[in-house]
């Protein structure tokens, strides 16, 4: 039987990000689907690299990275 961690450290969840393209500092969430793919939530920036907030809230915005089936393509 695989052993399930109890917690992950904060290296580990930039580690993912990052293999999934995803800046680290602008996740807020990631979600991954074995049949619809990535769905991550992400914090929306100004130009100098701020969030934005709208009232109380920080603004997010959602992104999603579907899966696609590896072929053979360029293979001799």
């Known amino acids: 039987m695989t052993t399930i961690p109890a917690t992950l ?3 580990q969840v930039r ?13 807020r969430s990631v979600h991954l689907d074995a049949d619809e793919g990535v769905h991550a939530l992400l914090y929306v920036r100004d130009r100098e690299g701020r969030r934005i907030t709208h009232g109380d809230d920080v603004l997010t915005t959602t992104v999603h990275i579907p899966f696609e089936e590896a072929s053979s393509r360029g293979t001799a």
Request: charged share 10%; net charge neutral; aromatic share 0%.
């Open 15 to 27: 580690t993912v990000c990052r293999a999934l393209g995803l800046p680290p500092s602008l996740v």
């Open 9 to 11: 450290s904060t290296e």
